[in-house]
């Protein structure tokens, strides 16, 4: 059963803004890590970015770091992700998954996506 409905995507040109939600259901949302991964058209996914449940500050990939900010709403149980000066290589479809760091990269390289975790939502950044 999916779990997550992402949305927010869009085509954008270099140096735009977007920003992406995810709405969980997990009735423990407030609990759950959460994380944003992506996936460009054949390439291997990456992870983006993790709100761990328990802690404040978020982790970013080195990719995004600086560019991307990472929120949720518990109230709401949703996710955010703020994305700036976007680059033709943050061009994917972007995933929220319920796993948090550091297992979320181990997830990914195993794994992969996981169709559970919604059908995701595509930005593609071009000029």
């Known amino acids: 059963e999916v779990q997550q409905v992402e949305s927010g995507g869009d085509f954008v040109q270099p140096g735009g803004s977007l920003r992406l939600s995810c709405a969980a259901r997990?009735?423990?949302?407030?609990?759950?890590?959460m994380s944003w991964v992506r996936q460009a058209p054949g390439k291997e996914p990456d992870w983006v970015s993790t709100?761990?449940?328990?802690?404040?500050?978020?982790y970013y990939a080195d990719s995004v770091k600086g560019r991307f900010t990472k929120s949720r709403d518990n109230a709401k149980n949703t996710l955010f992700l703020q994305m700036n000066s976007l680059q033709p290589e943050d061009s994917a479809v972007y995933y929220c998954?319920?796993?948090?760091?550091?297992?979320?990269?181990?997830?990914?390289?195993?794994?992969?996506?996981?169709?559970?975790w919604g059908q995701g939502t595509p930005v593609t950044v071009s000029a």
């Open positions: 998954a319920p796993i948090g760091y550091p297992a979320i990269p181990i997830v990914l390289r195993t794994t992969g996506i996981d169709r559970a």
């Open positions: 709100i761990n449940s328990g802690e404040g500050s978020p």
């Open positions: 997990e009735s423990d949302f407030g609990t759950t890590d």
